[in-house]
């Protein structure tokens, strides 16, 4: 597989990286999905939430299903000559992963990868945002990097905290890469200090 800049930079390949298919519901030019920028999003196909979010606005991406397995060399070609697109209007564009659950076991890598490729193709030109139910302690557990991606809507839809701005939900939480780490490093003292509790008690 042979991702092109649009310099023409062929850039290292990833195929001994690409196992199986991602299932994947749709590619969109969307505006919105990212607050402020226009944006490529990638619709993941399958949700692992359990039990599913009330009010959900895309309960059709909740199943995995095979059939929407798609074949990841061709949707990188895909998502990158859309960026490439878009970027030859705007100075700087989002690529967005959501779904259905872009961090599901089943689509996780292929979120990774894809994000990976993303950004070095087009470095600081393209912000990665990827939506999850998931919250930031959920993500420390995660079996991929999350090195490649920039901001995060974090936390469940729940309709009842339903509102018109960004995000859709107001408990969920709009987090930069900076702002979740700051939030993993209080994470994993406030755990290191229960493990001395247990260890200290009498």
């Known amino acids: ?13 990833f195929q001994s990286l690409i196992l199986g298919k991602p299932l994947l519901r749709v590619v969109r030019v969307m505006q919105g999905d990212h607050p402020s920028l226009p944006s490529v999003s990638v619709y993941f196909q399958g949700c692992d939430a359990y039990p ?7 309960p059709e991406t909740w199943d995995f299903d095979e059939k929407f397995a798609v074949d990841f060399s061709h949707l990188v070609q895909h998502v990158v000559a859309k960026l490439d697109v ?4 705007y100075d700087k564009v989002a690529l967005v992963l959501l779904g ?14 894809l994000a990976r490729v993303v950004k070095e193709v087009f470095q600081e030109k393209v912000v990665v945002l990827v939506y999850s139910w998931r919250t930031p302690k959920d993500l420390l557990e995660l079996d991929v990097p999350l090195d490649y991606f920039d901001e995060y809507v974090l936390g469940r839809y729940l309709q009842k905290y339903h509102r018109d701005g960004f995000p859709a939900s107001a408990n969920q939480l709009y987090l930069t890469k900076e702002e979740l780490k700051q939030i993993f490093e209080t994470l994993k003292i406030n755990n290191q200090m229960k493990k001395g509790e247990v260890l200290c008690s009498f």
Request: glycine share 8%.
């Open 52 to 58: 599913k979010c009330l009010g959900c606005h895309n």
């Open 86 to 89: 878009l970027l030859n209007v």
């Open 1 to 13: 597989m042979e991702i092109m800049q649009s310099e023409g930079v062929v850039l290292e390949p």
């Open 100 to 113: 259905g659950e872009p961090l599901s076991p089943r689509n996780r890598k292929y979120a990774y990868i």
